[in-house]
């Protein structure tokens, strides 16, 4: 069991996920990153009520947890916020000039990690709430370890040492992500292979990857093989028991690891407003296999 002396830590929920109290992330002392990064490493997620964050705050508090990646600029070649370029706006909303401010809409976000089709994922993603609707627009994580837990042994016998190949033809909303072609070809659409079961660089601890689930591709399989094994691996990660859902306030900060976690959103009245800041922190590693040929051969 961690303990903690500088923040308070409430498990949210009995698998994963912490809410962590008794700090103001404008100004960390650095004994408190310093627990902060110990109880992300414990518990996955962290959320952080009640914060007062400028996009400066946010940045300077998201590099504690590695380099940031900065996203693309949008159509017009601008930053999404003004002298900010590491800040990505999450947003329904239309500017005066009637063009989004930010991306992904109002409509459903799927299952997903954030950029695996990446050679080195990003680590992390952080979330703050500015406007949010009065329903709807829940985001949910679940998580990767649990899910690896809950597979029967004989499923994970068959998988242990495969690879998937994470499309990066769509974002999670669906939208063609810019410079791609249209493909719904998991053997052929553009993609990076992982194992299916990675250790985190951190803890050591092993769990499932599975990305997203359109066009994804288990390697060295026919597709129609691979399209089974693949919906059986998704029966796991987003059973009730190991899914969390975050109801967004007003102030709100999330930190999830992006390794060890799935996340989605639900779709929201496209009439109200959504505005979130995130920020991403930039692969350190390429996701290792948990499962060697050595520790296989000794099971
Ligand atoms: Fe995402």
Redesign the pocket.
């Known amino acids: 069991m961690v303990e903690f002396k500088t923040i308070h830590v409430k498990p949210i929920h009995s698998r994963f996920g912490a809410e962590i109290a008794g700090v103001d992330l404008a100004s960390p002392s650095k004994a408190q990153v310093m627990e902060i990064q110990k109880a992300w490493a414990a518990h996955s997620v962290l959320l952080f009520r009640d914060q007062s964050l400028g996009p400066g705050d946010l940045v300077q508090f998201s590099k504690h947890f590695g380099k940031l990646d900065p996203p693309p600029v949008n159509e017009d070649g601008k930053t999404f916020v003004q002298d900010f370029p590491d800040i990505y706006v999450v947003s329904n909303v239309l500017g005066d000039d009637g063009k989004p401010i930010g991306s992904l809409g109002a409509g459903e976000?799927t299952w997903?990690?954030?950029m695996s089709y990446l050679k080195e994922p990003p680590d992390a993603?952080m979330l703050y709430s500015i406007e949010i609707p009065s329903q709807g627009g829940d985001t949910w994580f679940c998580s990767m370890e649990g899910a690896l837990q809950d597979m029967p042994e004989a499923l994970l016998r068959q998988v242990r040492q495969l690879h998937i190949k994470h499309d990066g033809t769509y974002?999670?909303g669906g939208y063609l992500r810019q410079g791609l072609k249209e493909s719904n070809d998991p053997v052929h659409s553009v993609g990076t292979p992982h194992p299916v079961v990675c250790a985190h660089p951190v803890t050591g601890r092993p769990y499932l990857y599975l990305g997203r689930r359109r066009n994804a591709y288990v390697l060295g399989q026919p597709l129609q093989d691979s399209e089974a094994l693949l919906d059986a691996l998704w029966t796991y990660p987003v059973e009730q028991h190991n899914v969390y859902c975050h109801q967004w306030r007003l102030g709100d900060l999330v930190l999830w690891d992006n390794r060890t976690t799935m996340?989605?959103?639900d779709s929201f009245d496209a009439c109200a407003r959504r505005i979130m800041h995130?920020t991403q922190i930039k692969g350190s590693h390429q996701p290792r296999a948990f499962y060697s040929e050595e520790t296989v051969a000794a099971a």
Request: hydrophobic share 10%; glycine share 0%; aromatic share 0%.
């Open positions: 976000a997903h990690t954030d993603s974002n999670s996340h989605r959103r995130r």
